[in-house]
């Protein structure tokens, strides 16, 4: 969770607007003092960027598997025993399912485009046998962690004009150099 809440960081400093309106969403339901389930399920921008996140920056961006069967796939002979990688995300980066795949866009999961439901668009967390069993409260974590973080306080990356490096080891996370500077409390 760490990583991916990290990749928000950077991908909402990197999108001022977006950014804008997370924050008017998290200040609303902070306001009222009413940071429920209820109010994160009303919380379609702060949703959005954590989706988001998550299709750029999937937790589990596939698994190796052992053939059990021999077949053929576009013209590749595999036998048993061989040993694949089945790259599960793939299909997040594909204009076809995505349009502008490498664009950051909140709007994606919400009506009408809904991008997320067609078929095998969207696995951040694995698929199938290999789905993360955590997959659905680590996403109301995400959320929650990074509602407290952009309520309490005012992040900007150092340098500015950062760009990310991702490290595979053994998941994909933020480079070493990946730094955020607190400059100031927004809330108490």
Known sequence: MANTCSFMIYALLKNPAVLQRVLQEVDAVWSRRDFSWEALKQMPALHGAAM??????????????????????????????????????????????????????????REPRNEHRQRGAYSPFGLGNHTCLGAGIAEVEIMVTMAT???????????????????????????KDFCIAVNGIRNE
């Not at 598997?65 to 036998?79: D, K, N, V």
């Not at 150092?158 to 994909?172: C, G, N, Q, R, V």
């Open 149 to 175: 973080l952009f309520y309490r306080y005012q992040l900007s990356m150092e340098p500015a004009d950062y760009l990310l490096s991702i490290e595979h080891d053994p998941t994909p996370a933020p480079g």
């Open 52 to 109: 988001e996140t998550l299709r750029l920056y999937p937790v589990a961006t596939g698994h190796r598997t052992r053939i059990a069967q021999p077949f053929s796939y576009a013209g590749y002979q595999l036998s048993p025993g061989d040993d694949v990688f089945v790259a599960m995300t793939v299909s997040h980066f594909l204009p076809e399912l995505y349009p502008e795949p490498e664009r950051f866009d909140i709007d994606r999961y």
